[in-house]
């Protein structure tokens, strides 16, 4: 009995790639191993190649293998869209998040490749709609972003232009800023863009879903260096950067201990264990969204240091606590 878990259009692809990337020819007891089946299923496969493929495939004997023919290797490629079933299935459930984290934002920009995706899944009998039935991805507190404001953006990043824009703030109020853009992130099933402010002239983070206006612009994005990026964008916690001016020390009790033990705060946080107790320390320059973790898990963290965010959190608490009674 076969041992090979592929369907035909796997072995067709895996066997155009290897005939692609050797130029010797390659020994048909190689090729069962490399595709987990017998020798006269990969026969079998060659000679479907070479009749319905027109795969210019050929056998040498002196070399006792299989190759392209001479001039051919480079040159023939398989008619359509060939993708193996798990890079197909791969495809189909990225299209997926970028459905669900993405507002929709390009449903109709890949309804093409979505088409191709199901039509090729359906030849290897795979439902396209059992991954909507059976994949769950649930986001929350999303804001929407209209498709066309998110492909004005993503171009401007790609081909560094500058961006006029109209920001509004918290008090809905809208400034006018000429930006920079630079990084383009999705955080907390959020979009955002970080960017020079040429009206602040430092480096900020913008929320997509709170710009009210945008034009862009003829003029070349400002060059900011990698390194200064990472030092103002990675060095403060969450979305809030800036380079970090304090440290925080939190200390989890043994019911959130070892999940907090498990979970990467910031990329620079530092874990000690003190008997049943995680002291959990980290950099910050902001405290707001610090703040908003460090509420979900009470009241099984203790903020230690320092005083200020300790103060902070307890105000917080009384607010909440003043609000409900």
């Given at each position: 009995?076969?041992?090979?878990?592929?369907?035909?259009?796997?072995?067709?692809?895996?066997?155009?790639?290897?005939?692609?990337?050797?130029?010797?020819?390659?020994?048909?007891?190689?090729?069962?191993?490399?595709?987990?089946?017998?020798?006269?299923?990969?026969?079998?496969?060659?000679?479907?190649?070479?009749?319905?493929?027109?795969?210019?495939?050929?056998?040498?004997?002196?070399?006792?293998?299989?190759?392209?023919?001479?001039?051919?290797?480079?040159?023939?490629?398989?008619?359509?869209?060939?993708?193996?079933?798990?890079?197909?299935?791969?495809?189909?459930?990225?299209?997926?998040?970028?459905?669900?984290?993405?507002?929709?934002?390009?449903?109709?920009?890949?309804?093409?490749?979505?088409?191709?995706?199901?039509?090729?899944?359906?030849?290897?009998?795979?439902?396209?709609?059992?991954?909507?039935?059976h994949i769950k991805v649930l986001p929350l507190s999303n804001r929407y972003v209209a498709s066309h404001m998110f492909a004005q953006v993503c171009e401007a990043v790609l081909k560094k232009r500058r961006l006029s824009i109209g920001y509004r703030n918290y008090q809905q109020q809208v400034s006018q800023r000429e930006i920079s853009p630079q990084t383009l992130v999705y955080y907390r099933e959020n979009w955002y863009l970080d960017a020079w402010c040429h009206l602040r002239n430092d480096l900020r983070t913008f929320s997509l879903a709170r710009i009210a206006k945008l034009d862009t612009?003829?003029?070349?994005?400002?060059?900011?260096?990698?390194?200064?990026?990472?030092?103002?964008?990675?060095?403060?916690?969450?979305?809030?950067?800036?380079?970090?001016?304090?440290?925080?020390?939190?200390?989890?009790?043994?019911?959130?201990?070892?999940?907090?033990?498990?979970?990467?705060?910031?990329?620079?946080?530092?874990?000690?264990?003190?008997?049943?107790?995680?002291?959990?320390?980290?950099?910050?320059?902001?405290?707001?969204?610090?703040?908003?973790?460090?509420?979900?898990?009470?009241?099984?963290?203790?903020?230690?240091?320092?005083?200020?965010?300790?103060?902070?959190?307890?105000?917080?608490?009384?607010?909440?606590?003043?609000?409900?009674?």
């Open positions: 009995m076969d041992g090979c878990f592929l369907d035909k259009f796997d072995r067709f692809q895996l066997l155009h790639r290897q005939f692609r990337q050797h130029r010797k020819p390659i020994p048909i007891a190689r090729l069962a191993a490399l595709l987990e089946c017998s020798e006269k299923t990969v026969k079998r496969a060659i000679e479907n190649m070479r009749d319905y493929l027109d795969a210019p495939i050929e056998y040498v004997s002196e070399a006792k293998g299989w190759a392209y023919v001479a001039g051919e290797q480079n040159h023939y490629e398989l008619p359509g869209l060939w993708l193996t079933s798990a890079e197909l299935q791969s495809l189909a459930l990225l299209l997926q998040l970028l459905e669900s984290f993405g507002n929709g934002l390009l449903n109709q920009e890949l309804l093409v490749v979505e088409q191709s995706i199901t039509k090729l899944l359906t030849a290897r009998g795979i439902e396209r709609s059992a991954f909507d039935q612009l003829k003029t070349k994005t400002l060059p900011i260096a990698d390194e200064q990026l990472a030092a103002h964008f990675t060095a403060g916690y969450g979305i809030f950067s800036g380079a970090a001016k304090y440290t925080a020390r939190l200390r989890f009790g043994p019911e959130l201990a070892h999940e907090i033990a498990m979970q990467q705060w910031h990329p620079e946080q530092a874990g000690l264990w003190q008997g049943r107790d995680y002291v959990l320390s980290l950099p910050y320059s902001d405290e707001r969204e610090l703040i908003q973790d460090i509420l979900r898990y009470c009241p099984h963290v203790t903020v230690e240091q320092p005083p200020e965010l300790k103060r902070s959190v307890l105000a917080r608490l009384q607010q909440a606590i003043q609000q409900f009674e």
